[in-house]
C-alpha cells in the first residue's frame, strides 16, 4: 500500500474520532508550545540583552592608566573578614598619575598607525563639567565633553546639520562644540531649526572659567525613556577643553573599537603589549585593558543554559503525551480487530499493517506538533511584547519541535502497531 493511501486512512480515522484525536494530541501541544514559548521568550530577552549591551559598546575595549599592585584588583571581600578588609584599606596608598603617568597624544598616533588595518575608532572622551547658557528668556543645559573625532563613529551619532570635530580643531586649539538638536531648541527657541544654530556661539563656564563655544555641528538627541532630559552632551576637542579650562594634560582613559572580523581577545593582548611597553619602568602605574564583551559572553551562556533547563521540563510533558498517543493506538487496533483480520485476509502483509498504524501515530503527534509551535510562538511572543523584548521566534527550534513529535509518534506508536501486525487473521475474524 503506497504511503499516500495510509496518510489518507490516517486522516479519516482522525475526522471519524475528532474529540478522541484532540484529547490525544493535547499532552503533545502543551509539551511542544510550552518549550516553544520558552525558547521564544529566552531568545528575545538574549536580543534584547545583546543590544542593550551593544549599545553601552559591549564590543569596545578600554584601556585604562591603573596603579600597580593594586590590592583590591583579585580580591573577593566576601572571603575577608573585618578587619583583614581593613588591613588592605590602611596598607594601600593611593596615587594619583603626574602628566608623566598619563597616555600622550604621540602615544596614541603610533598606536593608531601600526593598528590601523584593525582599528574602526579611537576614542578620547574628558568630562568637563556641567554648563548652562542662558539667551534671553531661553535656558539651555549640557554635559561638556571633550572628545576626539572618532567619538561620532563610535557614539553613532546621527548629524542634522555641519559637522563634527576633526584633528585640526584640536591642533588649532579651536573653541568649537557640536550640541544636540535639543539643546538648540532649549537655546534658540522651539522654533529653531538644526541648520539656524550653525556658526552661532554662546556663552557658559565651567567651575567658574568663562567659556564662548562656536557651533559647528548638531546631532540628532536618542531619547531613553519616556522622560524628556533637560541636560544632552555637548562635544568639543579634547585638547582645547584641557587647555582652556587649564587641565593637566594627556589622557587616564581611552575607548577602542575594532573592525568587523576582528578577534577582540588577541587584539586585546597586542593592545596590552604595545601600551604595557611605555610603562614597563614606570614604578608605580601601568595599563590596564578591559572588555564587556567576554561578560556578555558568560550572561549569555547562563541564559542558554537556563533556557534549556526550563525546557526540559517542560517537555516533560512531551512523556505524558506519548503515553497519551500509545494508549489510544492501542483502543484503536482493539476497535479495529476485525479490520485488521480482513484485510489479512485478503493477503495484506504483516508490515503494511504495521506501517499503516506507525503513519497514524506519526500524523497525530505532527498535528499536535504543528498546533503546539503556532500556539508556542502566539504564546511567547505575546509574552515578550509584554516586557517590551524584540520578538524572535526560533525557526530552528519549531523545525526541530516538529521532527521530535513526529519521532514520538514513531516510538510510542510502534508497539500498538507491531502488536496490530502479529495478529492472527482467524483469531482477529472472529473478534467481537
Not at 1 to 22: D, H, I, Q, T, Y
Not at 264 to 270: A, G, N, Y
Request: glycine residues 10%; charged residues 20%; contains cysteine.
Amino acid at each position: 500500500m503506497p504511503l499516500s493511501e495510509n496518510v489518507r486512512l490516517a486522516l479519516g480515522s482522525l475526522r471519524a474520532n475528532k474529540l478522541r484525536a484532540l484529547l490525544t494530541m493535547l499532552g503533545i501541544i502543551i509539551g511542544i508550545g510550552a518549550v516553544i514559548a520558552i525558547i521564544t521568550v529566552g531568545d528575545s530577552l538574549s536580543g534584547s540583552v545583546e543590544q542593550e549591551m551593544a549599545s553601552l559598546g559591549a564590543r569596545d575595549v578600554t584601556v585604562s592608566v591603573t596603579q600597580k599592585d593594586d590590592p583590591f584588583a583579585n580580591v573577593n571581600f566576601d572571603e575577608l573578614d573585618a578587619g583583614e578588609q581593613d588591613a588592605l584599606f590602611e596598607n594601600f596608598e593611593y596615587r594619583s598619575p603626574e602628566p608623566s603617568d598619563l597616555l600622550t597624544g604621540e602615544m596614541l598616533e603610533d598606536y593608531r598607525e601600526k593598528f590601523a588595518d584593525q582599528l574602526k575608532a579611537l576614542v578620547v572622551r574628558e568630562e568637563l563639567g556641567s554648563i548652562t547658557a542662558t539667551n534671553g528668556r531661553f535656558k539651555a543645559e549640557g554635559q561638556l565633553l571633550g572628545v576626539s573625532p572618532d567619538q561620532a563613529v563610535q557614539a553613532k551619532l546621527q548629524l542634522l546639520a555641519g559637522r563634527f570635530l576633526t584633528d585640526r580643531d584640536g591642533a588649532d586649539g579651536r573653541a568649537v562644540a557640536v550640541v544636540s538638536d535639543r539643546f538648540v531648541t532649549q537655546y534658540f527657541g522651539s522654533r529653531a531649526k538644526p541648520a539656524d544654530a550653525l556658526g552661532k556661539s554662546f556663552r557658559t563656564d565651567v567651575n567658574g572659567i568663562p567659556l564662548r563655544l562656536y557651533i559647528v555641528g548638531v546631532y540628532q538627541h536618542k531619547q531613553e525613556g519616556r522622560s524628556k532630559p533637560t541636560s544632552t552632551e555637548v562635544y568639543m576637542p579634547v585638547d582645547s577643553g584641557v587647555r582652556l579650562l587649564q587641565r593637566t594634560p594627556g589622557y587616564q582613559t581611552l575607548t577602542l573599537q575594532t573592525k568587523d572580523g576582528v578577534e577582540s581577545k588577541p587584539f586585546m593582548e597586542r593592545t596590552r603589549a604595545y601600551f604595557g611597553s611605555y610603562y614597563a619602568r614606570n614604578p608605580y602605574f601601568t595599563v590596564s585593558v578591559s572588555s564587556l564583551e567576554e561578560a556578555v559572553k558568560s550572561m549569555d551562556k547562563v541564559m542558554q543554559n537556563m533556557k534549556l533547563g526550563i525546557s526540559a521540563i517542560a517537555a516533560i510533558s512531551l512523556l505524558v503525551g506519548g503515553i497519551g498517543v500509545m494508549n489510544i493506538m492501542m483502543v484503536s487496533v482493539t476497535e479495529r480487530t476485525r479490520e485488521i483480520g480482513v484485510r489479512m485476509a485478503l493477503g495484506a502483509k504483516s508490515r503494511v499493517i504495521l506501517l499503516q498504524f506507525i503513519v497514524e501515530a506519526v500524523i497525530i503527534c505532527l498535528i499536535g506538533g504543528l498546533i503546539g509551535v503556532v500556539l508556542g510562538v502566539a504564546v511567547g511572543s505575546a509574552g515578550a511584547v509584554v516586557m517590551n523584548y524584540p520578538v524572535r521566534p526560533s525557526v530552528p527550534a519549531a523545525v526541530v519541535a516538529v521532527a521530535f513529535s513526529m519521532a514520538i509518534g514513531v516510538f510510542f506508536g510502534y508497539y500498538p502497531a507491531r502488536r496490530a501486525a502479529l495478529l492472527d487473521p482467524i483469531e482477529a475474524l472472529r473478534y467481537e
